[in-house]
């Protein structure tokens, strides 16, 4: 694929998670709401389709108003039926109530979270994306489009794969971050001052998103269906000829 997979490629993908499911959960995290906070340095473990859906993350983050987010004390507190005061922290539009700067209550006014310890600071090029519902959409449209271009060139079919696989872990990640807003039901779930664009505006994009989805699938249906034929399967068998010829000479 081009690039070496390790701890920093795990992480990113680890903590781009936590910070989607903390949010659905309505629990503070200590995970940045600046991407670049812990992407700095960590590009060169990513494919450009990989850079792509980071980006999307980020747009959810941002264009997505914050719900009303309970502190991590009183969610312990709730599990286990231990008393708590049941603080939230405000609804922030762009932010992110896990922001290390966020005051969940009086006490801890002012304070932060420091980074986690393997965050690199190297200078490289701050993240930045354009957060609304268009670009949310437009994330799915290319990838629909370039999955078939790739199919289209006849490039290998791991990278028509791969486009696949983020484009529908891009869908998955929007379902999570529309939990606090949308039921699985597709009801509207809390109510806050301006919840009801957002509402509506995840409905339209995760519509939009599905019919871009069924177009890749349609798409990986067809690839498989070609390259299951009884043709395709001659040419393989023709192609590795070669192949079986060299291990009966290394037998004999």
């Given at each position: 694929?081009?690039?070496?997979?390790?701890?920093?490629?795990?992480?990113?993908?680890?903590?781009?998670?936590?910070?989607?499911?903390?949010?659905?959960?309505?629990?503070?995290?200590?995970?940045?709401?600046?991407?670049?906070?812990?992407?700095?340095?960590?590009?060169?473990?990513?494919?450009?389709?990989?850079?792509?859906?980071?980006?999307?993350?980020?747009i959810l983050?941002?264009?997505?108003?914050?719900?009303?987010?309970q502190?991590?004390?009183?969610?312990?507190?709730?599990?286990?039926?231990?008393?708590?005061?049941?603080?939230?922290?405000?609804a922030?539009?762009?932010?992110?109530?896990?922001?290390?700067?966020a005051?969940?209550?009086?006490?801890?006014?002012?304070?932060?979270?420091?980074?986690?310890?393997?965050v690199?600071?190297?200078?490289?090029?701050?993240?930045?994306?354009?957060?609304?519902?268009e670009?949310?959409?437009?994330?799915?449209?290319?990838?629909?489009?370039r999955a078939?271009?790739?199919a289209?060139?006849?490039?290998?079919?791991?990278?028509?794969?791969?486009?696949?696989?983020?484009?529908?872990?891009?869908?998955?990640?929007?379902?999570i971050?529309?939990?606090?807003?949308?039921?699985?039901?597709?009801?509207?779930?809390?109510?806050?001052?301006d919840?009801?664009?957002?509402?509506e505006?995840?409905?339209?994009?995760?519509?939009?998103?599905?019919?871009?989805?069924?177009?890749?699938?349609?798409?990986?249906?067809?690839?498989?269906?070609?390259?299951?034929?009884?043709?395709?399967?001659?040419?393989?068998?023709?192609?590795?000829a070669?192949?079986?010829?060299a291990?009966?000479?290394?037998?004999?």
């Amino acid at each position: 694929m081009g690039v070496v997979r390790g701890f920093q490629w795990l992480t990113v993908f680890l903590q781009l998670y936590i910070r989607a499911y903390a949010r659905a959960c309505r629990v503070e995290t200590s995970v940045a709401s600046d991407m670049n906070t812990f992407l700095s340095g960590w590009l060169s473990e990513m494919t450009e389709d990989e850079k792509t859906f980071l980006k999307f993350s980020q747009i959810l983050h941002e264009w997505i108003p914050c719900p009303p987010l309970q502190s991590r004390e009183a969610a312990m507190a709730a599990l286990t039926g231990a008393a708590s005061d049941g603080t939230t922290t405000p609804a922030q539009n762009g932010g992110g109530g896990g922001d290390p700067g966020a005051k969940p209550n009086g006490d801890q006014e002012g304070k932060q979270s420091p980074p986690p310890p393997h965050v690199k600071q190297d200078g490289s090029a701050p993240v930045t994306v354009e957060a609304s519902a268009e670009t949310a959409v437009k994330y799915f449209e290319d990838a629909a489009a370039r999955a078939k271009a790739l199919a289209d060139q006849g490039e290998l079919l791991w990278e028509v794969c791969h486009v696949a696989t983020l484009a529908q872990e891009a869908y998955i990640l929007l379902q999570i971050v529309s939990l606090p807003y949308i039921s699985k039901s597709g009801k509207s779930k809390i109510k806050l001052a301006d919840s009801g664009p957002v509402v509506e505006s995840l409905r339209a994009v995760r519509a939009q998103a599905a019919t871009h989805l069924k177009t890749i699938s349609t798409l990986l249906s067809d690839l498989g269906e070609k390259e299951g034929s009884e043709t395709r399967r001659d040419e393989w068998t023709e192609g590795c000829a070669s192949l079986s010829e060299a291990n009966s000479a290394l037998g004999a």
